[in-house]
């Protein structure tokens, strides 16, 4: 069973160990779940996205399951990601900002490259 070296920046693996008490075992079992919640939340987010006009508070709502939930095991990039989202959505949402025509390509782009990367991260050790 392969494990990452260290530290990168799709998952802090040293800090996620010692947030599961340092059993691999475990951390695997909680990513695993993390992918299932992360693919929901995604894709949640996609079709959102496509539809007009933009539930931005959805967005954001949805962004924030992911944002939580990456930070809970050390998932840095996808955490970055989608507290990035999330933020905007809520700006988005209370009318601070207003979306430009391609933003929500943008904004998603960038989440789903994070998410991406860690499907990858996961495949690499086995997960």
């Known amino acids: 069973m392969a494990s990452p070296n260290g530290n990168n920046k799709v998952i802090v ?60 095991l050390m998932c840095t990039q996808m955490n970055l990601a989608s507290s990035d989202l999330e933020m905007k959505a809520g700006r988005f949402a209370d009318g601070l900002d207003h979306p430009t025509n391609d933003l929500g390509t943008e904004i998603c782009t960038e989440l789903q490259n994070s998410v991406n990367a860690f499907h990858r991260m996961l495949e690499s050790i086995g997960v």
């Open 13 to 72: 693996w040293d800090d996620a160990m010692e947030q599961c008490g340092g059993d691999e075992e475990f951390l695997r079992e909680l990513l695993d779940d993390l992918r299932g919640e992360v693919d929901v939340q995604a894709t949640r987010i996609v079709e959102l996205l496509q539809t007009r006009p933009v539930d931005w508070i959805k967005v954001k709502r949805a962004a924030h399951v992911i944002k939580g939930a990456s930070a809970n």
